[in-house]
Protein backbone atom coordinates (compact mmCIF):
# COMPACT_ATOMS: atom_id res chain seq x y z
CA UNK A 1 0.00 0.00 0.00
CA UNK A 2 1.09 3.72 -0.74
CA UNK A 3 -0.26 7.06 -0.51
CA UNK A 4 -0.03 9.96 -3.10
CA UNK A 5 -1.44 13.42 -2.94
CA UNK A 6 -2.79 14.56 -6.38
CA UNK A 7 -3.52 18.57 -6.87
CA UNK A 8 -5.79 20.21 -8.72
CA UNK A 9 -4.97 23.29 -11.25
CA UNK A 10 -7.43 23.63 -13.59
CA UNK A 11 -11.51 23.36 -13.95
CA UNK A 12 -11.79 19.55 -14.07
CA UNK A 13 -10.08 19.20 -11.12
CA UNK A 14 -11.92 21.87 -9.35
CA UNK A 15 -12.94 21.35 -5.48
CA UNK A 16 -11.15 18.20 -5.38
CA UNK A 17 -7.73 20.27 -4.33
CA UNK A 18 -5.56 18.62 -1.25
CA UNK A 19 -8.15 15.58 -1.59
CA UNK A 20 -5.73 12.58 -0.98
CA UNK A 21 -6.16 9.21 -2.62
CA UNK A 22 -5.35 5.91 -2.12
CA UNK A 23 -4.02 2.83 -5.53
CA UNK A 24 -3.61 -0.65 -3.99
CA UNK A 25 -0.44 -1.89 -4.39
CA UNK A 26 0.35 -5.02 -6.62
CA UNK A 27 0.05 -8.20 -4.56
CA UNK A 28 3.40 -9.70 -6.30
CA UNK A 29 3.74 -13.41 -5.96
CA UNK A 30 6.91 -14.56 -3.86
CA UNK A 31 8.99 -17.11 -6.47
CA UNK A 32 12.08 -19.08 -5.66
CA UNK A 33 14.27 -19.28 -8.69
CA UNK A 34 15.52 -22.63 -9.17
CA UNK A 35 18.22 -24.38 -10.97
CA UNK A 36 17.54 -26.65 -13.93
CA UNK A 37 19.61 -29.34 -16.05
CA UNK A 38 22.96 -28.53 -15.83
CA UNK A 39 22.73 -25.43 -13.33
CA UNK A 40 20.85 -27.93 -11.27
CA UNK A 41 23.61 -30.45 -11.01
CA UNK A 42 26.08 -28.01 -10.64
CA UNK A 43 24.55 -26.53 -7.27
CA UNK A 44 23.72 -30.26 -6.07
CA UNK A 45 27.48 -30.79 -6.74
CA UNK A 46 28.35 -27.55 -4.89
CA UNK A 47 25.87 -28.52 -1.90
CA UNK A 48 27.46 -31.76 -1.65
CA UNK A 49 31.21 -30.77 -1.70
CA UNK A 50 29.98 -28.14 1.26
CA UNK A 51 28.60 -31.04 2.96
CA UNK A 52 31.32 -33.40 2.81
CA UNK A 53 33.88 -30.50 4.05
CA UNK A 54 31.69 -30.12 7.23
CA UNK A 55 31.91 -33.46 8.10
CA UNK A 56 35.83 -34.27 7.26
CA UNK A 57 36.62 -30.30 9.33
CA UNK A 58 34.28 -32.18 12.45
CA UNK A 59 36.27 -35.04 12.47
CA UNK A 60 39.39 -33.38 12.94
CA UNK A 61 38.49 -30.85 14.72
CA UNK A 62 36.07 -32.48 17.43
CA UNK A 63 37.46 -36.17 17.28
CA UNK A 64 40.74 -35.17 17.45
CA UNK A 65 42.21 -36.81 14.22
CA UNK A 66 45.13 -35.56 11.89
CA UNK A 67 44.72 -32.78 9.54
CA UNK A 68 45.58 -34.81 6.68
CA UNK A 69 42.58 -36.59 6.70
CA UNK A 70 41.07 -33.64 4.89
CA UNK A 71 43.32 -33.54 2.43
CA UNK A 72 42.49 -37.08 1.99
CA UNK A 73 38.68 -36.89 1.86
CA UNK A 74 38.91 -33.80 -0.90
CA UNK A 75 41.23 -35.68 -2.80
CA UNK A 76 38.85 -38.78 -3.03
CA UNK A 77 36.24 -36.39 -4.11
CA UNK A 78 38.32 -34.85 -6.59
CA UNK A 79 38.91 -38.04 -8.48
CA UNK A 80 34.97 -38.72 -8.15
CA UNK A 81 34.53 -35.15 -9.41
CA UNK A 82 36.30 -35.17 -12.38
CA UNK A 83 34.04 -38.21 -13.79
CA UNK A 84 31.08 -36.08 -12.36
CA UNK A 85 32.10 -33.06 -14.46
CA UNK A 86 32.66 -35.22 -17.19
CA UNK A 87 29.29 -37.05 -16.82
CA UNK A 88 28.08 -33.38 -16.52
CA UNK A 89 29.88 -32.51 -19.94
CA UNK A 90 28.24 -35.98 -21.88
CA UNK A 91 24.94 -35.70 -20.72
CA UNK A 92 24.00 -32.06 -21.08
CA UNK A 93 25.62 -30.65 -24.21
CA UNK A 94 22.66 -31.31 -26.04
CA UNK A 95 20.23 -29.19 -23.85
CA UNK A 96 20.18 -25.27 -24.49
CA UNK A 97 19.11 -23.13 -21.56
CA UNK A 98 18.48 -19.60 -21.82
CA UNK A 99 17.74 -18.88 -18.25
CA UNK A 100 16.72 -20.40 -15.36
CA UNK A 101 13.56 -21.24 -14.55
CA UNK A 102 11.32 -19.76 -12.30
CA UNK A 103 9.17 -21.75 -9.71
CA UNK A 104 6.30 -20.15 -8.22
CA UNK A 105 4.29 -21.64 -5.06
CA UNK A 106 1.36 -22.12 -7.25
CA UNK A 107 2.70 -24.12 -10.51
CA UNK A 108 5.27 -27.19 -10.15
CA UNK A 109 6.29 -27.68 -14.09
CA UNK A 110 8.81 -30.18 -13.05
CA UNK A 111 8.48 -33.50 -14.83
CA UNK A 112 9.58 -37.00 -13.94
CA UNK A 113 11.60 -37.25 -16.60
CA UNK A 114 13.83 -34.42 -15.19
CA UNK A 115 14.46 -36.51 -11.89
CA UNK A 116 17.31 -38.85 -12.33
CA UNK A 117 17.55 -42.08 -11.19
CA UNK A 118 19.15 -42.66 -7.57
CA UNK A 119 20.05 -45.73 -5.71
CA UNK A 120 18.56 -48.07 -8.55
CA UNK A 121 21.82 -49.94 -8.61
CA UNK A 122 22.99 -51.90 -6.31
CA UNK A 123 26.70 -51.12 -7.63
CA UNK A 124 27.81 -48.11 -8.29
CA UNK A 125 30.53 -46.20 -10.01
CA UNK A 126 32.41 -43.08 -9.34
CA UNK A 127 30.77 -41.19 -12.28
CA UNK A 128 27.08 -41.83 -10.31
CA UNK A 129 25.30 -39.46 -8.60
CA UNK A 130 26.17 -39.24 -5.40
CA UNK A 131 24.03 -40.65 -2.11
CA UNK A 132 24.31 -38.78 1.01
CA UNK A 133 25.76 -42.14 2.62
CA UNK A 134 28.29 -41.37 -0.01
CA UNK A 135 29.80 -38.82 2.61
CA UNK A 136 29.72 -41.08 5.45
CA UNK A 137 31.90 -43.74 3.34
CA UNK A 138 34.31 -41.10 1.89
CA UNK A 139 35.22 -40.30 5.74
CA UNK A 140 35.51 -43.86 5.74
CA UNK A 141 38.00 -44.59 3.13
CA UNK A 142 40.17 -41.48 4.33
CA UNK A 143 40.61 -43.04 7.86
CA UNK A 144 41.53 -46.47 6.24
CA UNK A 145 44.29 -44.95 3.79
CA UNK A 146 45.49 -43.37 7.07
CA UNK A 147 44.98 -46.77 8.65
CA UNK A 148 43.50 -45.01 12.11
CA UNK A 149 42.04 -47.35 14.54
CA UNK A 150 38.66 -46.11 13.80
CA UNK A 151 35.87 -48.25 12.75
CA UNK A 152 32.74 -47.98 10.76
CA UNK A 153 31.02 -47.93 13.73
CA UNK A 154 32.37 -44.93 15.31
CA UNK A 155 30.91 -43.13 11.76
CA UNK A 156 27.47 -44.50 12.50
CA UNK A 157 27.52 -44.03 15.90
CA UNK A 158 28.37 -40.20 15.63
CA UNK A 159 25.93 -39.98 12.69
CA UNK A 160 22.95 -41.22 14.68
CA UNK A 161 23.79 -39.57 17.47
CA UNK A 162 23.45 -36.40 15.85
CA UNK A 163 27.30 -34.79 16.18
CA UNK A 164 28.07 -35.34 12.69
CA UNK A 165 26.18 -33.81 10.21
CA UNK A 166 24.07 -36.75 8.70
CA UNK A 167 20.73 -36.65 9.23
CA UNK A 168 18.68 -32.81 8.31
CA UNK A 169 21.83 -32.54 6.23
CA UNK A 170 20.40 -29.36 4.44
CA UNK A 171 20.66 -27.46 7.71
CA UNK A 172 24.38 -27.40 7.38
CA UNK A 173 23.79 -25.89 3.97
CA UNK A 174 23.04 -22.33 3.48
CA UNK A 175 19.56 -20.99 2.41
CA UNK A 176 21.44 -18.99 -0.95
CA UNK A 177 22.35 -22.44 -2.32
CA UNK A 178 19.98 -25.15 -1.29
CA UNK A 179 16.75 -22.23 -2.41
CA UNK A 180 17.94 -22.90 -5.92
CA UNK A 181 18.33 -26.82 -5.82
CA UNK A 182 14.87 -28.57 -7.45
CA UNK A 183 13.30 -31.08 -4.95
CA UNK A 184 14.67 -34.06 -6.42
CA UNK A 185 18.21 -33.29 -5.61
CA UNK A 186 17.25 -31.39 -2.22
CA UNK A 187 15.69 -34.71 -1.36
CA UNK A 188 18.87 -36.70 -2.24
CA UNK A 189 20.35 -34.66 0.92
CA UNK A 190 17.91 -35.18 3.26
CA UNK A 191 17.97 -39.05 5.33
CA UNK A 192 14.30 -39.87 5.51
CA UNK A 193 15.20 -43.35 7.24
CA UNK A 194 17.10 -44.48 10.27
CA UNK A 195 20.66 -45.19 9.09
CA UNK A 196 21.52 -49.31 10.06
CA UNK A 197 24.86 -50.36 10.06
CA UNK A 198 24.88 -52.87 7.18
CA UNK A 199 23.42 -50.31 4.90
CA UNK A 200 26.52 -48.09 5.55
CA UNK A 201 28.67 -51.23 5.16
CA UNK A 202 27.45 -52.16 1.80
CA UNK A 203 27.96 -48.64 0.51
CA UNK A 204 31.25 -48.68 1.59
CA UNK A 205 31.66 -51.77 -0.13
CA UNK A 206 30.54 -50.30 -3.43
CA UNK A 207 32.68 -46.97 -3.11
CA UNK A 208 35.61 -49.24 -2.37
CA UNK A 209 34.97 -51.45 -5.94
CA UNK A 210 34.37 -48.00 -8.09
CA UNK A 211 37.52 -46.40 -6.70
CA UNK A 212 39.25 -50.12 -7.64
CA UNK A 213 37.17 -50.65 -10.67
CA UNK A 214 37.54 -46.78 -12.20
CA UNK A 215 40.86 -45.94 -10.58
CA UNK A 216 42.64 -49.21 -9.48
CA UNK A 217 42.62 -48.09 -6.26
CA UNK A 218 43.79 -51.16 -3.67
CA UNK A 219 42.10 -49.81 -0.06
CA UNK A 220 44.80 -50.89 2.52
CA UNK A 221 43.86 -53.21 5.34
CA UNK A 222 42.37 -52.06 9.02
CA UNK A 223 44.62 -51.53 11.94
CA UNK A 224 43.41 -54.65 12.72
CA UNK A 225 46.54 -55.09 15.90
CA UNK A 226 45.03 -51.64 17.03
CA UNK A 227 41.51 -52.79 16.77
CA UNK A 228 41.51 -55.73 17.69
CA UNK A 229 43.22 -54.73 21.37
CA UNK A 230 40.45 -51.52 21.00
CA UNK A 231 37.54 -54.47 21.06
CA UNK A 232 38.87 -56.44 23.45
CA UNK A 233 38.69 -53.72 26.15
CA UNK A 234 35.69 -52.63 24.68
CA UNK A 235 34.03 -55.96 25.78
CA UNK A 236 36.13 -56.03 28.63
CA UNK A 237 37.52 -59.41 27.79
CA UNK A 238 40.63 -60.77 29.27
CA UNK A 239 44.13 -60.47 27.03
CA UNK A 240 44.41 -63.94 26.24
CA UNK A 241 41.78 -63.59 23.54
CA UNK A 242 44.30 -61.42 21.78
CA UNK A 243 46.90 -64.30 20.89
CA UNK A 244 44.17 -66.35 20.51
CA UNK A 245 42.09 -64.38 17.65
CA UNK A 246 45.76 -63.27 15.83
CA UNK A 247 46.51 -67.27 15.12
CA UNK A 248 43.34 -67.93 13.94
CA UNK A 249 43.56 -65.31 11.20
CA UNK A 250 47.11 -67.14 9.88
CA UNK A 251 44.40 -70.32 9.76
CA UNK A 252 41.96 -68.60 7.67
CA UNK A 253 44.12 -66.46 6.02
CA UNK A 254 42.30 -63.15 6.79
CA UNK A 255 43.86 -60.30 5.70
CA UNK A 256 41.08 -57.48 6.57
CA UNK A 257 40.91 -56.20 3.55
CA UNK A 258 38.04 -55.76 0.93
CA UNK A 259 37.86 -58.04 -1.37
CA UNK A 260 39.30 -57.34 -4.69
CA UNK A 261 37.81 -58.11 -8.44
CA UNK A 262 34.28 -58.19 -7.84
CA UNK A 263 32.12 -57.26 -10.58
CA UNK A 264 28.60 -55.55 -10.51
CA UNK A 265 27.32 -58.89 -10.64
CA UNK A 266 29.21 -60.03 -7.52
CA UNK A 267 26.92 -60.91 -4.56
CA UNK A 268 28.35 -59.67 -1.54
CA UNK A 269 29.16 -62.08 1.45
CA UNK A 270 28.77 -61.50 5.41
CA UNK A 271 32.38 -62.01 5.71
CA UNK A 272 33.64 -59.42 2.65
CA UNK A 273 33.57 -56.68 5.17
CA UNK A 274 36.88 -56.56 6.86
CA UNK A 275 35.14 -55.51 10.68
CA UNK A 276 33.15 -58.58 9.94
CA UNK A 277 36.18 -60.68 10.01
CA UNK A 278 37.70 -59.59 12.72
CA UNK A 279 34.85 -59.20 14.92
CA UNK A 280 33.97 -62.83 13.99
CA UNK A 281 38.21 -64.31 15.18
CA UNK A 282 37.68 -62.66 18.18
CA UNK A 283 34.10 -63.84 19.06
CA UNK A 284 35.61 -67.49 17.92
CA UNK A 285 38.52 -67.22 20.27
CA UNK A 286 35.99 -65.83 23.17
CA UNK A 287 34.08 -69.67 22.37
CA UNK A 288 36.75 -71.62 22.49
CA UNK A 289 38.69 -70.02 25.62
CA UNK A 290 34.90 -69.27 27.66
CA UNK A 291 32.47 -70.78 26.15
CA UNK A 292 29.05 -69.68 27.29
CA UNK A 293 27.59 -72.93 28.11
CA UNK A 294 27.57 -75.04 31.52
CA UNK A 295 30.16 -77.44 30.00
CA UNK A 296 33.23 -78.30 32.33
CA UNK A 297 36.32 -78.46 30.48
CA UNK A 298 39.84 -78.70 31.75
CA UNK A 299 42.89 -77.50 30.53
CA UNK A 300 46.19 -79.50 30.80
CA UNK A 301 48.30 -76.45 31.64
CA UNK A 302 47.83 -73.64 34.00
CA UNK A 303 49.85 -71.15 31.28
CA UNK A 304 47.01 -71.73 28.78
CA UNK A 305 44.59 -69.01 28.07
CA UNK A 306 41.62 -71.18 29.09
CA UNK A 307 43.02 -71.98 32.08
CA UNK A 308 40.75 -69.08 33.95
CA UNK A 309 36.63 -68.89 32.90
CA UNK A 310 34.65 -65.83 32.99
CA UNK A 311 31.56 -65.12 34.64
CA UNK A 312 29.24 -64.15 32.31
CA UNK A 313 26.62 -63.36 34.55
CA UNK A 314 28.40 -60.55 35.88
CA UNK A 315 29.47 -59.66 32.09
CA UNK A 316 26.28 -58.93 31.62
CA UNK A 317 25.67 -57.08 34.82
CA UNK A 318 27.96 -54.85 34.10
CA UNK A 319 27.37 -54.17 30.60
CA UNK A 320 23.94 -53.13 31.76
CA UNK A 321 24.83 -50.95 34.23
CA UNK A 322 27.44 -49.49 31.71
CA UNK A 323 24.72 -48.73 29.23
CA UNK A 324 22.70 -46.96 31.85
CA UNK A 325 25.59 -44.67 32.78
CA UNK A 326 25.84 -43.55 29.21
CA UNK A 327 22.77 -42.19 29.14
CA UNK A 328 21.53 -39.01 30.71
CA UNK A 329 18.85 -40.33 33.64
CA UNK A 330 15.33 -39.69 31.72
CA UNK A 331 16.20 -37.89 28.87
CA UNK A 332 15.42 -38.94 25.11
CA UNK A 333 18.65 -39.43 23.13
CA UNK A 334 18.81 -38.27 19.64
CA UNK A 335 18.85 -41.69 17.64
CA UNK A 336 16.09 -42.36 20.34
CA UNK A 337 13.97 -39.73 19.09
CA UNK A 338 14.39 -40.58 15.24
CA UNK A 339 13.03 -44.24 16.48
CA UNK A 340 9.87 -42.49 17.98
CA UNK A 341 6.54 -43.99 16.95
CA UNK A 342 3.12 -42.93 17.73
CA UNK A 343 2.87 -45.57 20.59
CA UNK A 344 6.03 -44.56 22.14
CA UNK A 345 4.24 -41.56 22.97
CA UNK A 346 2.04 -42.43 25.49
CA UNK A 347 4.85 -44.09 27.31
CA UNK A 348 7.14 -41.08 27.58
CA UNK A 349 7.67 -38.86 30.60
CA UNK A 350 7.24 -35.07 30.77
CA UNK A 351 10.59 -34.73 30.36
CA UNK A 352 11.06 -36.91 27.30
CA UNK A 353 8.00 -35.38 25.22
CA UNK A 354 9.97 -31.94 26.01
CA UNK A 355 12.77 -33.53 24.80
CA UNK A 356 11.37 -34.76 21.67
CA UNK A 357 9.76 -31.59 20.72
CA UNK A 358 12.99 -29.80 21.12
CA UNK A 359 14.47 -32.50 18.93
CA UNK A 360 11.83 -31.99 16.47
CA UNK A 361 12.39 -28.43 16.38
CA UNK A 362 16.16 -28.39 15.83
CA UNK A 363 15.87 -31.15 12.93
CA UNK A 364 12.61 -30.88 11.36
CA UNK A 365 11.45 -26.94 11.45
CA UNK A 366 12.44 -24.59 9.22
CA UNK A 367 13.34 -20.74 10.95
CA UNK A 368 13.28 -19.54 7.42
CA UNK A 369 9.51 -19.52 6.65
CA UNK A 370 9.40 -17.48 9.82
CA UNK A 371 11.01 -14.61 8.13
CA UNK A 372 9.06 -14.93 4.00
CA UNK A 373 5.42 -14.71 2.67
CA UNK A 374 2.75 -12.28 2.74
CA UNK A 375 1.67 -13.10 6.26
CA UNK A 376 5.33 -12.93 7.97
CA UNK A 377 4.26 -10.48 10.49
CA UNK A 378 1.32 -12.51 11.42
CA UNK A 379 3.53 -15.45 12.13
CA UNK A 380 6.00 -13.24 13.91
CA UNK A 381 3.38 -11.86 16.21
CA UNK A 382 2.21 -15.85 16.68
CA UNK A 383 5.42 -16.46 17.49
CA UNK A 384 6.23 -14.12 19.72
CA UNK A 385 2.87 -15.17 21.72
CA UNK A 386 3.36 -18.99 21.77
CA UNK A 387 7.34 -19.45 21.94
CA UNK A 388 8.85 -22.62 21.03
CA UNK A 389 12.10 -22.13 22.52
CA UNK A 390 11.85 -24.64 25.83
CA UNK A 391 14.06 -23.37 29.31
CA UNK A 392 16.49 -26.43 28.30
CA UNK A 393 17.03 -26.20 24.23
CA UNK A 394 20.13 -28.09 24.45
CA UNK A 395 20.07 -31.92 23.99
CA UNK A 396 21.69 -34.32 26.88
CA UNK A 397 25.01 -34.61 26.79
CA UNK A 398 26.05 -38.02 26.29
CA UNK A 399 29.38 -39.21 26.66
CA UNK A 400 30.17 -40.43 22.96
CA UNK A 401 34.34 -41.94 24.23
CA UNK A 402 32.94 -45.17 22.26
CA UNK A 403 29.75 -46.88 22.71
CA UNK A 404 30.93 -48.08 26.10
CA UNK A 405 30.72 -44.75 27.73
CA UNK A 406 33.71 -43.22 29.54
CA UNK A 407 37.04 -43.76 30.18
CA UNK A 408 36.23 -44.44 33.72
CA UNK A 409 33.54 -46.69 33.17
CA UNK A 410 35.64 -48.74 30.93
CA UNK A 411 38.08 -49.18 33.59
CA UNK A 412 35.60 -49.80 36.22
CA UNK A 413 33.84 -52.74 34.40
CA UNK A 414 37.37 -54.30 33.71
CA UNK A 415 38.05 -54.74 36.86
CA UNK A 416 34.82 -56.39 37.71
CA UNK A 417 34.61 -59.07 34.70
CA UNK A 418 38.67 -59.47 35.90
CA UNK A 419 37.52 -59.96 39.58
CA UNK A 420 35.28 -62.34 38.79
CA UNK A 421 37.58 -64.63 36.78
CA UNK A 422 37.99 -68.28 38.54
CA UNK A 423 40.44 -70.55 37.71
CA UNK A 424 39.57 -74.36 36.45
CA UNK A 425 40.76 -77.05 37.40
CA UNK A 426 44.65 -78.55 35.98
CA UNK A 427 43.99 -82.02 34.54
CA UNK A 428 47.22 -83.19 32.71
CA UNK A 429 47.90 -85.75 30.29
CA UNK A 430 49.14 -88.32 32.98
CA UNK A 431 46.19 -87.35 35.12
CA UNK A 432 43.75 -87.48 32.55
CA UNK A 433 44.85 -90.81 31.73
CA UNK A 434 44.08 -92.66 34.61
CA UNK A 435 40.29 -91.34 34.69
CA UNK A 436 37.84 -93.47 33.72
CA UNK A 437 35.89 -90.83 31.87
CA UNK A 438 36.96 -88.48 28.71
CA UNK A 439 38.58 -85.12 29.55
CA UNK A 440 36.81 -82.78 28.45
CA UNK A 441 39.83 -79.84 26.66
CA UNK A 442 39.02 -76.54 25.97
CA UNK A 443 37.32 -76.41 22.56
CA UNK A 444 35.77 -80.11 22.88
CA UNK A 445 31.48 -79.66 22.27
CA UNK A 446 32.02 -76.32 20.75
CA UNK A 447 28.57 -74.82 20.11
CA UNK A 448 28.02 -73.13 16.89
CA UNK A 449 25.05 -70.72 17.22
CA UNK A 450 23.11 -69.82 13.22
CA UNK A 451 20.75 -68.19 14.41
CA UNK A 452 20.05 -65.54 17.61
CA UNK A 453 17.49 -67.61 19.15
CA UNK A 454 19.56 -70.18 19.63
CA UNK A 455 22.08 -68.42 21.68
CA UNK A 456 21.86 -68.65 25.76
CA UNK A 457 20.96 -65.12 27.02
CA UNK A 458 24.79 -64.24 27.82
CA UNK A 459 25.55 -65.26 23.99
CA UNK A 460 22.77 -62.89 22.76
CA UNK A 461 24.45 -59.89 24.54
CA UNK A 462 27.54 -60.65 24.05
CA UNK A 463 26.58 -60.67 19.72
CA UNK A 464 24.87 -57.80 20.48
CA UNK A 465 27.39 -55.70 22.18
CA UNK A 466 30.10 -57.12 19.57
CA UNK A 467 27.60 -56.29 16.67
CA UNK A 468 27.57 -52.66 18.11
CA UNK A 469 30.87 -51.76 18.31
CA UNK A 470 31.98 -53.26 14.65
CA UNK A 471 28.47 -51.27 12.64
CA UNK A 472 27.13 -54.49 12.22
CA UNK A 473 23.68 -56.00 12.09
CA UNK A 474 23.21 -59.08 14.56
CA UNK A 475 21.92 -61.14 12.01
CA UNK A 476 25.04 -60.00 9.37
CA UNK A 477 27.60 -60.77 12.27
CA UNK A 478 26.04 -64.16 13.24
CA UNK A 479 26.52 -65.46 9.40
CA UNK A 480 29.93 -64.18 9.61
CA UNK A 481 30.76 -66.06 12.64
CA UNK A 482 29.32 -69.18 11.06
CA UNK A 483 30.97 -68.78 7.57
CA UNK A 484 34.74 -68.75 9.53
CA UNK A 485 33.71 -71.24 11.48
CA UNK A 486 33.25 -73.36 8.52
CA UNK A 487 36.89 -72.06 7.37
CA UNK A 488 38.16 -73.20 10.09
CA UNK A 489 36.51 -76.33 9.77
CA UNK A 490 38.06 -76.94 6.70
CA UNK A 491 41.46 -76.11 7.37
CA UNK A 492 40.53 -78.81 10.17
CA UNK A 493 39.79 -81.62 8.02
CA UNK A 494 42.34 -81.14 5.60
CA UNK A 495 45.43 -81.25 8.45
CA UNK A 496 43.69 -84.79 9.64
CA UNK A 497 43.63 -85.80 5.68
CA UNK A 498 47.83 -84.52 6.21
CA UNK A 499 48.37 -86.54 8.80
Known amino acids: MYTALVTAEDEDTFGTQGRKSRKKAEEREIVEIRFQGRQAFEQFLLCYQLLLWKQSHWLVKSRGLPAELETIIRDLWALRLQKLMGKVENDFDAEVESQSQLYSSQTDTESEADIPMLGKRRKKSVDSTPSLIDTLGLCY ?51 NVVLEPQRLQTAVLDLVMAYERDYGMIVPALNHPLLLFRYIKELALPLGVYPTATHLSKLVSYTFTYPNGLTRKSRYRDNDFPEAQLMSLLIIAVKLLYPFDEVRRHPSKSTEGAALAVDWDVWVKTRSSAKKETKTSGRLRFEEAMKVNDEDVFSMSSTQLDDYLNWYERTWTNEGCQKRGSDKDFRRALFEVFPTASNDPQPPEIPLIGESGTITAKLRRLKSVQGSLVPKMVVTEEEAIGQESTVKRPGNQYKRYRKVEDMPQSARIFFESAADIAGLSVKSLVRAVDITELRLQKWSNEERKKS
Open 141 to 191: LGLLLLRLPVNLGDLHRWATTGELTYYRAMNAIPPAMRQRLPSHYFSALEA
